[in-house]
């Protein structure tokens, strides 16, 4: 295995797990100015723009900012739309009791002339692991894991 691929994998991981504390940082705050405006409270003073729309149209726009950012936090796992065209990513998601962040299980297959490469990245909480899995055989394994970087490194330079 490569360093390159290794740190592009991490990056990445690293990379949408700061994506889904900021979308959950957000959402925890439209949520509760959504819940101070359905009580009643006059929010005009701490939000200007409040007054500007009115109650409605700030609860319309709040209800839409939660769904966008529900939305970003299963988004940002996925791969750039250049390397999901070069194999087959797969993310899943589940949520432990008394954990903030969900634990992620991203898989990216790419399937070359050498062989069958896996890259498994695995989170929890803020902690990544990046694994590979390729042929049995040594010379197919580099062959398919050299296959898999120079496929990477072409598609994140066409998508540019």
């Not at 949408?16 to 940082?25: F, H, L, P, Y």
């Not at 194999?87 to 903030?100: A, D, K, L, N």
């Amino acid at each position: 295995m490569t360093q390159y691929l290794h740190d592009y994998f991490t990056a990445h991981a690293e990379r949408a797990i700061s994506g889904m504390k900021e979308s959950q940082q957000a959402q925890s705050f439209y949520r509760r100015l959504l819940a101070r405006l359905e009580r009643g409270e006059d929010l005009s003073a701490e939000v200007p723009e409040i007054a500007r729309v009115g109650t409605a149209g700030a609860t319309e726009v709040i209800k839409q900012a939660i769904s966008e950012n529900e939305t970003k936090f299963d988004a940002v796992w996925n791969l750039p739309k250049s390397v999901q065209g070069i194999g087959h990513q797969h993310v899943s998601m589940t949520r432990e009791p008394y954990e903030i962040l969900p634990r992620v299980t991203m898989t990216f297959t790419y399937t070359g002339a050498a062989g069958k490469v896996t890259m498994q990245a695995l989170t929890a909480g803020e902690n990544v692991s990046v694994e590979f899995a390729a042929p049995k055989n040594k010379m197919a394994a580099e062959a398919s894991i050299s296959e898999l970087e120079k496929a990477l490194a072409f598609a994140l330079l066409a998508a540019k």
